[in-house]
């Protein structure tokens, strides 16, 4: 019941959280998801120096423009803390939102690297690094009540970028719209309120841009698309 409550707040694009504060995030040995909790284990004592814990989403929470994505990448977030960054993902993102005015500074793999996020937020439907980088349903249902929060605390949210299938459907279910009435297909728009708007895009994974199923003036065009709506 409270889930949806708090969707359907955060769909209407209402204040709902007065500072970061107050945002809901899971603890760094958050224990809501077993298959998880035993995957992080076993990455702590590999690597011990490494962050591996839930991720932080990163930049202001009065920005415009929410990025969601799947989850933290072993070697990426999950190594570093900061989301996308450290893995090839990243490598295209990061360049992508300095491009177009949602960062400044130089990207370097690192989460003390300098790079300032502008006018934007970077999330993931999953906060904790799942095997083989693919979470179930369970735990995206577990996490939702942190991407409630987000979305509701971001009261000068416009518009929400979903990178690929998963994060679209979180995103979708999070503010309690069917997904079957919503197909997800790169660059497909999805008016979620009066005020909010969904864009979806391929993930910018090595995947996707080995086999050309992304390119970069693909994934260019998508924030040409972001910039339009913004500015318009």
């Given at each position: 019941?409270?889930?949806?409550?708090?969707?359907?707040?955060?769909?209407?694009?209402?204040?709902?959280?007065?500072?970061?504060?107050?945002?809901?995030?899971?603890?760094?040995?958050?224990?809501?998801?077993?298959?998880?909790?035993?995957?992080?284990?076993?990455?702590?004592?590999?690597?011990?120096?490494?962050?591996?814990?839930?991720?932080?989403?990163?930049?202001?929470?009065?920005?415009?423009?929410?990025?969601?994505?799947?989850?933290?990448?072993?070697?990426?977030?999950?190594?570093?803390?900061?989301?996308?960054?450290?893995?090839?993902?990243?490598?295209?993102?990061f360049p992508t939102l300095v491009k177009y005015g949602f960062a400044e500074g130089t990207y370097d793999r690192a989460a003390d690297d300098g790079l300032k996020i502008k006018d934007c937020r970077i999330t993931n439907a999953v906060r904790c690094v799942p095997p083989q980088n693919k979470p179930v349903g369970a735990e995206v249902l577990a996490c939702r009540p942190f991407l409630i929060s987000e979305i509701g605390a971001m009261t000068k949210l416009r518009v929400i970028l979903a990178l690929g299938g998963i994060a679209h459907q979180a995103v979708l279910r999070t503010l309690g719209h069917k997904v079957s009435a919503h197909k997800f297909a790169h660059r497909a728009r999805f008016a979620l309120s009066d005020s909010l708007l969904l864009i979806d895009s391929y993930h910018c994974s090595r995947l996707n841009t080995n086999t050309g199923r992304l390119t970069e003036a693909m994934f260019h065009g998508v924030f040409e698309d972001i910039g339009e709506v913004l500015n318009g």
């Open positions: 019941m409270w889930l949806r409550m708090a969707a359907t707040t955060a769909a209407k694009n209402s204040p709902t959280l007065d500072s970061m504060a107050e945002l809901l995030a899971p603890g760094r040995d958050c224990a809501k998801c077993p298959r998880l909790v035993a995957y992080r284990e076993s990455s702590r004592a590999a690597q011990p120096s490494w962050h591996n814990a839930p991720v932080e989403s990163a930049g202001p929470i009065g920005a415009r423009l929410l990025i969601a994505g799947l989850a933290p990448g072993m070697k990426g977030a999950n190594r570093t803390g900061r989301p996308f960054t450290g893995d090839f993902a990243g490598d295209l993102l």
